[in-house]
């Protein structure tokens, strides 16, 4: 099946820095999703990405669709403590719940 | 009250037991899906209603009976599972089962914890 690979799987950085994840593939999407999930709780969606080469950003968030199609970036300015839990990148081949594909995930621990 | 509620949060259960978790969605979506969240591994769908009709079966073992009566309420029945069956189920459910948006996204609820022992 279709795979993408997020990195990095982890990640333990001081508050107030910035951060970076992405995710990458061998196949083309329509969309790139952004999700987070707090301890405890279900995924919610961050940022929508919809044409190659978009850039959007949510508050302190910043995604961008990969030129290629196959890839997708997402930045966090300034990080703070409720900034922790667990991104998921998801991409989009087609229509229907099984064509939106998941990454493996990026845990994110902040050191106050 | 939450948009997808989910119940139990967690559950512990033997091979031999028979179990359902309940999953409800307050928002008038048309669509519902189980996913099941293996640590370090994607989510996996398993299960997509649109309409109360089963649109999708991702090769799931037969141990996982779903069930929607109606199109705010979806059940998974669990019989016979394995210790590799723990994980976390998550109910989503969304507007389209096609496409989804900032607008419409895909909706999960808090998951319930599943060890079986």
């Known amino acids: 099946g279709q795979q993408l690979n997020q990195s990095p799987q982890s990640m333990f950085i001081q508050e107030g820095e910035d951060v970076s994840m992405n995710c990458t593939s061998s196949s083309i999407f329509n969309t790139w999703l952004w999700y987070k999930q707090d301890p405890g709780e279900g995924p919610v969606l961050l940022i929508a990405l919809y044409k190659a080469g978009e850039l959007t950003s949510n508050g302190r968030l910043t995604a961008q669709f990969g030129i290629t199609r196959k890839d997708s970036f997402l930045n966090i300015s300034a990080s703070i403590p409720s900034d922790v839990g667990i991104y998921f990148c998801?991409?989009?081949?087609?229509?229907?719940?099984?064509?939106?594909?998941f990454g493996q995930g990026t845990r994110l621990t902040i050191n106050p | 009250e939450t948009g997808v509620t989910q119940t139990p949060r967690h559950l512990v259960m033997g091979m031999t037991n028979k179990k359902s978790l309940k999953c409800e969605q307050h928002l008038g979506h048309n669509a519902m899906y189980w996913y099941k969240q293996s640590a370090k591994k994607p989510l996996e769908l398993m299960f997509v209603y649109s309409l109360e009709e089963r649109v999708e079966n991702n090769s799931v073992p037969s141990r996982f009976s779903p069930e929607c009566p109606n199109s705010s309420h979806l059940f998974l029945h669990l019989h016979t599972l394995q210790p590799e069956d723990s994980a976390l189920y998550l109910c989503?459910?969304?507007?389209?089962?096609?496409?989804?948006?900032?607008?419409?996204?895909?909706?999960f609820g808090n998951g319930t914890r599943l060890t079986v022992t």
């Open positions: 989503a459910s969304s507007q389209d089962p096609g496409w989804w948006t900032v607008n419409s996204p895909l909706h």
């Open positions: 998801a991409g989009q081949l087609g229509e229907g719940a099984q064509k939106l594909v």
